[in-house]
């Protein structure tokens, strides 16, 4: 049973560019949170999907992020016109109910905006 | 923002000492939870504790929870140069949907 997976794990974008990080949640997780580490610093949550629905975006910026799970694929977190302060990893998790029990992390994308 | 707090913030010891790691948190949780992560590498559940326990174990790993003082310990005993890693809590605050992690802290075990 394959964990979760995330690609690209290194992204590196200019200024003004867009960033798409997918995440492949574990076989039977339909339960998908995103969170952003900056270096030396603790996980900050982003945005908790189900299937085809947000269920808590309250630690997404209001502008530029957006994310989604649909029906068939991964989960997308796509960030437009990213700024120098976007650098960071960003970490998807997933877990198979909807009780705050063990999530199970990917090992991040780490974005660079030059 | 809700968020546990750990400390120390780095800890160094020698290998076959135990080490100690401290969280403290807000408001009123279901469970907390540690995890570790090694450098560059994604977060691994370590352990689970429940508001209503007060003491687990799992192998050399001793947790604690204080839900009076909103704070939990995690112990590692007989420490390996292997075990060098951040270790973070993460509670459910508040019924949230998600997890809020704390700050780390960073556990150096010299051979």
């Known amino acids: 049973n394959a964990g979760v997976m995330q690609n690209p794990r290194h992204l590196v974008r200019r200024r003004g560019q867009e960033a798409r990080l997918r995440c492949s949640p574990m076989?039977?997780?339909?339960?998908v949170y995103w969170y952003r580490q900056l270096p030396e610093e603790g996980l900050k949550f982003m945005v908790y999907?189900?299937?085809?629905?947000?269920?808590?975006e309250s630690g997404m910026p209001k502008e530029r992020f957006s994310a989604e799970f649909p029906k068939e694929g991964p989960s997308i977190l796509r960030i437009q016109q990213v700024v120098r302060g976007d650098s960071a990893a960003y970490f998807c998790?997933?877990?198979?109910?909807?009780?705050?029990?063990?999530?199970?992390f990917g090992e991040g994308s780490r974005l660079t905006v030059l | 923002s809700q968020q546990g707090e750990e400390d120390p913030q780095a800890l160094s010891i020698q290998e076959g000492e135990n080490a100690t790691m401290n969280c403290s948190y807000k408001?009123?949780?279901?469970?907390l939870q540690w995890y570790r992560q090694n450098s560059g590498r994604g977060l691994v559940h370590l352990i689970l504790?429940?508001?209503?326990?007060r003491e687990k174990h799992s192998g050399r790993l001793r947790v604690t929870l204080d839900t009076s003082k909103k704070s939990s310990s995690l112990l590692i005993t007989a420490s390996r140069a292997a075990d060098t890693a951040s270790y973070f809590c993460?509670?459910?605050?508040?019924?949230?949907?998600?997890?809020?992690f704390g700050t780390g802290t960073r556990l150096t075990v010299i051979p």
């Open positions: 998790a997933s877990s198979p109910t909807v009780n705050t029990g063990e999530l199970f």
């Open positions: 076989k039977g997780h339909s339960h």
């Open positions: 999907l189900q299937k085809e629905n947000i269920i808590d």
């Open positions: 408001t009123s949780i279901n469970n």
């Open positions: 504790i429940r508001s209503n326990e």
């Open positions: 993460a509670t459910d605050e508040g019924g949230a949907n998600n997890l809020f």
